[in-house]
């Protein structure tokens, strides 16, 4: 079997379409497989797998337009300013210490979180790289961009990451049972991701992630927008339970799948209604030493939706992957009022990303990691509408994980020099020629490598990322 048809035939799990709560199927991986071992065999043999020594959970946050990345990189920015269209606000120009200055002693924008960042940093709670530079295809396009990144490849026929996750480890079971068996394994806050697409390959599913919400409203509840009084709704929850097991006895041999269906969505009900719920996760808040008090996220979106997947990711050991989309941010294509609108975005995401990494060491956990990353970056020239069109290079902001086998954090990796034509709007950045740089599917390689795949680049035609390169972090 050559490797596209394999990469292809890892798309039987995961899709991208969220709206059926019908996770399960009759059959298990492994049975609809025992006709084909020529596939498992160029699995075992051509992947190579070993369980590590921890398994690790990824919550996925993708920066949807692109956003630029002077909130991770103001090294260049005087240069920048000079030859730009439009002038930078003269504080961009200044260090962190002199009147508004914005930037840091790592070249962060003290603004756009570059405060919560150089925390970060510091403690060891955080890497970032910034040369994330696509040379195989230097696209500046949002739909093939989006699509391959959340791939993982060039070949946007291949499932995505999270669904080519799912199969591995149903293949090689490093849980010990099945993935069908666990409960939430696959989670999604955003109401669709290609990061769970199944790829261009017509066999079944064997899972959907699961779709939540920051409120912990459950989809496997029954529908309460027509409440009834509580004198009333036990008797009819009840009768409604007696009525869905008669027919369901009566046509189980008819429908079996649907039934199973039936009774694991009653399971699911019950579990995510004792494990994620608002009360659940407000009493397992850590009590933060500074304060004496449990640990407050920020209320907005974001912080809603990071303490939501943190929580799960603790409170559920079943728990794998969850995507947050851009995490309630919005979209990230500032062609116009990014210098007024792009800071308070990224602020916001940096501060709820920081309460969620107190919350993780808190809890003593070192295996949760949180990705930060997007379509592409943008240009560096401030274009007359006081944005930044589409460009190439941009940062990976990475969280959490220490306990991770090969996890290197508390580091700034890359250098970058601007490039293109003075007084234009095709001015960007790239790495410096002395500079490691990486393809922005390295990352999903470095996911595949975290959870024990040992040549990851089968996946992607990507080395994972080497987190030994020279770290650029002023001490």
Do not use: C
Not at 355 to 382: Q, S
Not at 423 to 450: C, G, L, M, V, W
């Amino acid at each position: 079997m050559n490797r596209r048809d394999f990469i292809k035939m890892l798309g039987i799990l995961g899709s991208s379409v969220l709206a059926s709560p019908a996770i399960f199927d009759e059959k298990s991986f492994a049975d609809l497989l025992s006709n084909k071992n020529d596939f498992i065999k160029f699995i075992q043999d051509e992947i190579g797998y070993a369980r590590p020594a921890t398994m690790p959970k990824i919550i996925h946050i993708f920066l949807y337009g692109g956003a630029s990345e002077l909130a991770g990189n103001l090294t260049n920015i005087h240069e920048i300013n000079k030859y730009s269209q439009n002038r930078y606000p003269g504080r961009l120009l200044k260090e962190v210490g002199s009147r508004n200055g914005e930037i840091t002693k790592n070249a962060l924008w003290k603004s756009a979180g570059g405060e919560n960042m150089e925390r970060l940093l510091a403690s060891g709670d955080m890497s970032l790289y910034r040369t994330v530079y696509r040379i195989k295809q230097d696209l500046k396009t949002h739909k093939k961009t989006i699509h391959q990144n959340l791939v993982g490849n060039l070949d946007v026929d291949r499932p995505g990451i999270a669904a080519t996750l799912a199969a591995i480890l149903a293949i090689f079971k490093p849980y010990r049972k099945e993935i069908s068996e666990m409960k939430l394994p696959f989670v999604t806050f955003e109401k669709d991701s290609l990061v769970f697409s199944k790829g261009s390959v017509g066999l079944p599913d064997i899972i959907l992630p699961i779709p939540l919400t920051p409120d912990f409203s459950n989809p496997f509840a029954r529908d309460k927008r027509h409440p009834l009084p509580n004198s009333l709704r036990k008797d009819l929850n009840d009768s409604l339970d007696k009525l869905a097991n008669k027919i369901n006895e009566r046509f189980n041999k008819k429908f079996p799948v649907l039934n199973r269906n039936f009774v694991e969505g009653r399971k699911l009900d019950e579990y995510i209604s004792s494990v994620f719920n608002k009360k659940v996760v407000e009493e397992n808040l850590p009590i933060d030493p500074e304060t004496n008090k449990k640990i407050k996220y920020p209320n907005t979106t974001t912080g809603n939706m990071l303490k939501a997947a943190v929580s799960l990711a603790i409170l559920n050991p079943d728990t794998v992957f969850i995507n947050i989309g851009s995490a309630g941010t919005g979209l990230w294509d500032d062609h116009s009022d990014g210098i007024k609108d792009y800071p308070v975005r990224m602020r916001q995401l940096m501060e709820a990303i920081e309460v969620a990494v107190k919350h993780m060491k808190l809890a003593g956990r070192n295996d949760i990691i949180i990705n930060v990353f997007g379509d592409f970056g943008r240009n560096v020239n401030l274009n007359n509408t006081k944005g930044w069109d589409h460009g190439n290079n941009q940062n990976l902001y990475t969280f959490g994980g220490s306990g991770i086998d090969g996890r290197q954090l508390g580091k700034i990796v890359g250098k970058t020099k601007r490039i293109g034509t003075k007084y234009q709007n095709r001015q960007f950045t790239a790495p410096t020629d002395d500079s490691y740089h990486f393809e922005p599917f390295a990352i999903a390689s470095t996911i595949y490598k975290y959870f024990g795949v040992q040549n990851p680049e089968i996946l992607t035609d990507e080395l994972p990322i080497d987190e030994n390169a020279p770290n650029e972090l002023t001490i």
